[in-house]
């Protein structure tokens, strides 16, 4: 199996480099995420990019570009390599003859956090952890209550408890430990936290470690691949912590020091919702950092993120890709769903309904120009909602 050429994290703020064989969180000083580094030089070297398209399909084909080093650890319930669905007749309705949707239903556990989870799970495995806690909207949860099953450790998770029934039965069913919260996943972020001290349980929380990133990134990673080593012109995606936004862009950023993409870069697009966009809110006001949105509330529970700890690396994608942050009504989250269902024969979450949303205003408005080929990305299945 290719190994892994990981080299070290880096702290995005300050530059601060960190011993990536040692556990590790975040940068305190700066208060930011760790990003893992690789020695590109080396992989552009031994590795064609043909070489991983010739491998079995997986999240680990891409393992120099993952930081797990020795192959038995490298868990997999079958994740990755999800279907880019051709949607004509919507394509059609909205005047654009290459739009698409990047469908992660087919993940274990049924949504995109399966990709983060598994490598984080992993790495922390490798690393010699054996015990995990996590806030959660739903999806998180249920993916690492199933990764650590599989890994033979033991998860703890925090939920709200309006969370969708599946994602509570999913955690419950894994033999993982579910406390239902009164309250956001915020709120589940603090009693996480406060249950966790002096235990040796490792948070795994979004950005609270560098390697959900990692697991997430490879979303990008198959989409080059998808288009023939070519990106998008636009990239629209549901934004509640970011993780897979910020992995897009990192990816993207690899494929370039490799040689196996040009220059060019997909306008990204975060999707929040009203009754919860401090994302979108930061954007337009043109501030550097977000401030947490108070009251929030939407039907989409993966949107439902008061504030993201990533904030600085999630706007700073939005504007060196030239893209733009949109928050769209649940009125609308709801209707689009419907017509993903009766156009396209898929069942979204609202999350990923809330792509297509923001794709009518975007193109109601010619920010999405009809010569374009434009990404959605459904993150889960909407099975879990009903």
Not at 17 to 31: D, G, L, P
Not at 205 to 228: I, N, Q, V
Not at 259 to 286: N, T
Request: glycine share 10%; aromatic share 6%; charged share 25%.
């Amino acid at each position: 199996m290719p190994a892994s050429a990981l080299t070290h994290l880096e702290c995005p703020e300050c530059r601060r480099k960190f011993n990536a064989a040692r556990v590790q969180n975040t940068c305190e000083a700066c208060r930011s995420p760790l990003l893992a580094r690789y020695d590109l030089e080396k992989i552009a070297r031994q590795v064609r990019r043909e070489d991983v398209s010739a491998r079995p399909r997986g999240l680990w084909r891409w393992a120099e570009l993952l930081p797990v080093r020795r192959e038995k650890f490298r868990l997999t319930l079958g994740e990755g390599d999800t279907p880019l669905l051709p949607a004509v007749r919507l394509g059609q309705a909205l005047g654009l003859a290459q739009l698409f949707i990047k469908d992660e239903t087919t993940n274990p556990t049924g949504s995109f956090k399966a990709r983060g989870l598994c490598v984080a799970v992993a790495r922390a495995l490798e690393l010699g952890l054996r015990e995990f806690v996590v806030p959660t909207a739903g999806n998180a949860g249920g993916a690492l209550a199933f990764y650590a099953a599989r890994g033979g450790a033991k998860a703890h998770v925090f939920m709200p408890k309006d969370a969708p029934r599946a994602n509570q039965e999913e955690v419950r069913l894994s033999g993982a430990d579910l406390v239902l919260v009164d309250g956001l996943i915020s709120d589940a972020a603090r009693l996480a936290a406060e249950t966790a001290k002096g235990k040796r349980w490792f948070d795994v929380s979004t950005f609270r470690e560098p390697y959900r990133c990692e697991g997430k990134k490879t979303m990008g990673l198959e989409l080059a691949e998808a288009f023939g080593w070519e990106l998008p012109d636009v990239i629209i995606y549901p934004t509640g912590g970011g993780t897979g936004l910020v992995g897009m862009w990192k990816a993207f950023e690899e494929l370039e020091a490799l040689g196996w993409i040009g220059s060019k870069r997909p306008r990204m697009v975060s999707v929040q919702s009203e009754g919860c966009a401090p994302v979108v809110r930061a954007f337009q006001s043109g501030a550097e950092r977000t401030e947490a949105w108070v009251n929030a509330e939407t039907i989409a529970a993966g949107l439902q993120v008061p504030n993201a700890f990533a904030d600085r690396l999630i706007l700073r994608a939005l504007r060196e890709s030239g893209g733009t942050a949109v928050a769209v009504p649940d009125e609308e989250i709801l209707s689009a769903r419907d017509d993903l269902a009766r156009t396209e024969g898929l069942l979204a979450c609202p999350e990923g309904a809330a792509t297509l949303a923001a794709l009518r205003h975007l193109r109601a408005n010619g920010w999405v120009r009809e010569n374009e080929t434009v990404v959605l990305f459904n993150t889960g299945a909407g099975l879990k909602y009903i």
